[in-house]
Structures are given as C-alpha cells and as structure tokens.
C-alpha cells in the first residue's frame, strides 16, 4: 500500500526535478509550497498567493485524482509544468508577470513548447479528453454537471484554475 506521505514525497520530488531539468536558470524566489489538493472534476492544478501574500510564498495545489495509478505520469509531470510555468511567468508569484491574463495568447503553451514540451502536452491534451471521465466515474464522482445532466463534463473542460 502507498502511503500519503509517499505521495507527498513523491510530489516535491518530482517537482524539483522539472524545476531543476527546466527553469535552472530562473531561480525559486520565495517560498514555493506544492501539495495535493481535492479531488476536484474540472480542475487539474492551480497556484496562488501563499497566505495571501506572493512575495512571501505561492502555492501551488494538484488534484488528487492524478495519484490514480490509471492516470499516466506524463500528465501529472504536464500538470506540474503548467503551474510552474504560472509560477515563473509571474502568475501568484513574485517574479516578473509576463502579461495580463495567464493564458490569455497561448502564453502557457507556447513556454511549455518552447522547453520542448510540446508532444507531451498533446499527448496528455489526448488522454484527458479520452480518459478522464473514466477516472471520475472510478473515484464514484459523476462525470457530469450538476445541473444539465445532459451536458458531459467533456466538452467544457476548463483544467486549470
Ligand atoms: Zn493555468
């Protein structure tokens, strides 16, 4: 049995590595706190403000979820890059904000492709679409809205808070 504390461990450690393989040059300049976060069905990751205050730390949270052994690593690795990304573009941190709004023109992506993420994150894109609805209905949470039953979470996916 994996325990949570392997989980958290596995979390930090993961983490400095990409921090490590992909931003060595930018350096963490507050106080960076990753955990996992709720089991959420439509967000994937989200950052903000440490204690409500970005000079002194952010915070970045993963669903839960993504410790489902059916969930492949590359996207929780695709996961943890896109809150980075926010972190070092300046997005509930304290480093230079890189634009207005954090996705607005692709501003994401296009770092993520620059550092040569490209085919992951279209291979995770892929399996999200087709796979995460599965991993709801796994972890007994309807894949579903609450209200339009007959509207599939599928096709408003939003996965970044
Ligand atoms: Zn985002």
């Known amino acids: 049995m994996v325990l949570q504390t392997d989980y958290d461990q596995y979390l930090a450690r993961k983490t400095a590595c990409l921090i490590r393989e992909n931003f060595a040059q930018r350096g963490v300049t ?4 990753i955990k996992w976060g709720g089991k959420w069905k439509r967000t994937l990751g989200h950052i903000k403000p440490l204690n409500k205050d970005k000079e002194y730390g952010s915070l970045i949270e ?3 979820l993504l410790q489902d052994p059916d969930v492949p690593e590359f996207v929780l690795d695709y996961v943890l890059m896109h809150e980075l990304t926010h ?3 300046g997005f509930g941190s304290n ?6 709004h954090p996705h607005r023109g692709g501003l994401v992506d296009k770092e993520l492709e ?4 490209k085919e992951i994150m279209e291979k995770s894109d892929k399996w999200l679409k087709e796979s995460w609805c599965k991993i709801l209905v796994k972890n007994q949470l309807s894949p579903y809205r609450k209200r339009r039953k007959s509207r599939i979470l599928k096709k ?6």
């Open 156 to 161: 408003m996916l939003k996965w970044f808070g």
């Open 62 to 64: 993963i669903n839960k």
């Open 87 to 89: 972190y070092f573009q």
């Open 95 to 100: 480093h230079e904000k890189k634009g207005t």
């Open 114 to 117: 620059r550092l040569g993420w």
């Open 30 to 33: 507050n106080l960076l706190v």
